[in-house]
């Protein structure tokens, strides 16, 4: 199986995933107070997360990371449980970095760092406040300004081989070998101030970057003695369509942030439902919830109460709540975050200029 960071390639099979890349299944249990995310198993694997929750719960040092791609000019809500997995970290004391890939996004998507840069503060990083992120409590930086990430982007070149890259990320172009190098060199990048484990919350996809970096902290052990790196991953929000994971290429199937909240509902009314055939036949049978994207959505975005969203679960699956009243449900709900979220993300523009930037020499 091979999962490229890079591509559009979806995973359909999660728990074969888990047992050939050497995850472990998650469980809300390892974690103190776990998020709507968490909770309802769209976190589904870790690596090395004990760790982190033996800091959390003994309130030792750690720190979570996460990067920014900023290749365009919105991200959708598959972007946003990773931020709200970072948000969980932080708020459980998780010395937090956010790192513009810059390089990366110049390297693989041909955006020139001017670009690059403009694009994040213009509305990425302020989008990641406008999800919750407390600027205040965050610690950022380009990749292309950070000397320390490149020097460790060339020691870690001296510890993989061609072919050990190729098995990894299934391809070996010189862009792609910079990127996944200068990756590892940020998630570690931390520790050279302080040897502390980290966290790094990722989409599946990512997972051949945190692969490369644990092996790089196994490889040197004489030269930085890195603290373990752990990692949680989430699944795919999946698409309106039915598909495995919203995607671009699918405009009418994916939910920009921000998006017209006319506009949303009309894709959102448009998604695939596990309604019956008829109404007759819903109310006798009842809907099938697990395969309705507006009930997923309600699970993974938009119902924080799990006692409202088992409800929802339990009239919907008894064919008491028709398709068109889910909807109804969905709609007013998804109207009401995207308002929200267009408030929060202008305020949060105003507050670029005083964010915490790592400034190097």
């Given at each position: 199986m091979k999962i490229d960071p890079w591509g559009s390639e979806l995973i359909q099979d999660y728990e074969r995933l888990i047992k050939n890349f050497g995850l472990k299944p998650f469980s809300p249990l390892l974690l103190p107070d776990p998020n709507r995310l968490m909770r309802r198993n769209a976190v589904f694997a870790h690596q090395d997360l004990e760790v982190i929750s033996n800091c959390i719960k003994s309130k030792k040092k750690y720190y979570a990371l996460t990067g920014i791609m900023p290749t365009g000019d919105k991200i959708h809500f598959g972007n946003k449980m990773v931020v709200e997995n970072l948000i969980y970290f932080q708020e459980h004391n998780a010395k937090t970095y956010i790192l513009v890939a810059d390089l990366e996004a110049s390297a693989t998507r041909k955006v020139s760092l001017k670009e690059a840069k403009k694009r994040a503060l213009d509305f990425h990083i302020p989008a990641y406040i406008?999800?919750?992120?407390?600027?205040?409590?965050?610690?950022?930086?380009?990749?292309?300004?950070?000397?320390?990430?490149?020097?460790?982007?060339?020691?870690?070149?001296?510890?993989?081989?061609?072919?050990?890259?190729?098995?990894?990320?299934?391809?070996?172009?010189?862009?792609?070998?910079?990127?996944?190098?200068?990756?590892?060199?940020?998630?570690?990048?931390?520790?050279?101030?302080?040897?502390?484990?980290?966290?790094?919350?990722?989409?599946?996809?990512?997972?051949?970057?945190?692969?490369?970096?644990?092996?790089?902290?196994?490889?040197?052990?004489?030269?930085?003695?890195?603290?373990?790196l752990a990692s949680v991953y989430n699944k795919f929000t999946p698409s309106l369509d039915g598909s495995i994971k919203m995607s671009k290429s699918s405009p009418n199937s994916l939910i920009d942030l921000p998006e017209n909240a006319e506009s949303a509902c009309k894709k959102l009314r448009g998604a695939i439902s596990g309604g019956r055939k008829t109404l007759e036949e819903h109310k006798k049978l009842g809907g099938i919830p697990e395969k309705d994207m507006v009930f997923e959505m309600l699970k993974l975005h938009l119902e924080e109460d799990d006692k409202k969203l088992q409800k929802i679960y339990n009239d919907y699956k008894s064919g008491k709540l028709t398709t068109k009243e889910l909807k109804d449900i969905g709609c007013e709900k998804l109207t009401k975050f995207l308002n929200e979220f267009s408030k929060k993300l202008e305020k949060a523009k105003k507050q670029v200029s005083s964010l915490k930037f790592i400034e190097f020499n």
């Open positions: 406008a999800l919750g992120l407390n600027q205040k409590k965050t610690i950022f930086y380009f990749q292309s300004e950070n000397k320390k990430v490149m020097h460790l982007t060339y020691d870690f070149s001296k510890k993989i081989t061609l072919n050990e890259f190729k098995a990894i990320y299934g391809i070996a172009d010189p862009s792609r070998i910079l990127s996944g190098l200068t990756q590892a060199a940020d998630m570690l990048f931390p520790q050279l101030e302080e040897k502390i484990p980290g966290v790094i919350p990722v989409g599946l996809d990512q997972s051949p970057h945190l692969r490369l970096a644990r092996d790089i902290i196994n490889r040197t052990k004489n030269v930085y003695n890195f603290a373990p």
